[in-house]
């Protein structure tokens, strides 16, 4: 079954440093996209970040310069650091894959499967 | 960046009733749309790949249709469990690939 589940989350004062797992079942993180998205109630779902299976990463304005997105292939295992850290970055975090493949097409950036999600809580 | 927007905000019907929920896009993104559902303490789901084509083990009530800026999700008959929040987003370019503020459809 492919599966992913997050950890890592909790709460932290602004300017503190975090770091999310999520481990994958069922696929290898090298080979596929995985990707970061976040969810408030105020600003919904938002990407914030993604790594290509060929190791390219790209960012969401809102983090680029202190998240930074990798992976481990030794425990199958995504992560994202989030330093410099704000009230803004309050959200439930998912980790997703972002490449959906078929026998006979992928699509890249379509979110198959999610995780059940981690809460960041930025506040003093 | 491509701006998707969903319509309408809240949609009321009973369970047998045809929901309808469009998303519009700022610009062209030919048929590089999907759509999730997102039930309450749930992780979003897909349903919906390259504008119209149904994910894995989605019922075949959810069609999605629709090129270019204008996309309709369709639920032909309202099931208890599709009493949700549905979500489009759109995958033509990073960055980044972004989403619509959601339509919640609630019951009547």
């Known amino acids: 079954e492919v599966q992913l589940v997050e950890s890592g989350g909790g709460l932290i004062q602004p300017g503190g440093s975090l770091r999310l797992s999520c481990a994958a079942s069922?696929?290898?993180?090298?080979?596929?996209?995985m990707a970061w998205v976040r969810q408030t109630p105020g600003k919904g779902l938002e990407w914030v970040s993604v790594?290509?299976?060929?190791?390219?990463?790209y960012y969401a304005d809102s983090v680029k310069g202190r998240f930074t997105v990798s992976r481990d292939t030794s425990n199958n295992t995504a992560s994202l650091q989030m330093d410099s850290l704000r009230v803004e970055d309050t959200a439930i975090y998912f980790c997703?894959?972002?490449?959906?493949?078929?026998?006979?097409?992928?699509?890249?950036?379509?979110?198959?499967?999610w995780g059940q999600g981690t809460l960041v809580t930025v506040s003093s | 960046e491509i701006v998707l927007t969903q319509s309408p905000a809240t949609l009321s019907l009973s369970p047998g009733e045809r929901a309808t929920l469009s998303c519009r896009a700022s610009q062209s993104i030919s048929s590089d749309l999907a759509w999730y559902q997102q039930r309450p303490g749930q992780a979003p789901r897909l349903l919906i790949y390259?504008?119209?084509k149904r994910a894995t083990g989605v019922p075949a009530r959810f069609s999605g249709s629709g090129s270019g800026t204008d996309f309709t999700l369709t639920i032909s008959s309202l099931e208890p469990e599709d009493f949700a929040v549905y979500y489009c987003?759109?995958?033509?370019?990073?960055?980044?690939?972004?989403f619509g503020q959601g339509t919640r459809v609630e019951i009547k």
């Open positions: 997703a894959r972002a490449l959906y493949c078929l026998t006979t097409a992928c699509y890249r950036g379509v979110l198959d499967p």
């Open positions: 987003q759109q995958c033509t370019n990073w960055p980044p690939w972004t």
């Open positions: 069922g696929f290898s993180v090298h080979s596929d996209y």
């Open positions: 790594i290509y299976s060929g190791g390219t990463t």
């Open positions: 390259d504008a119209s």
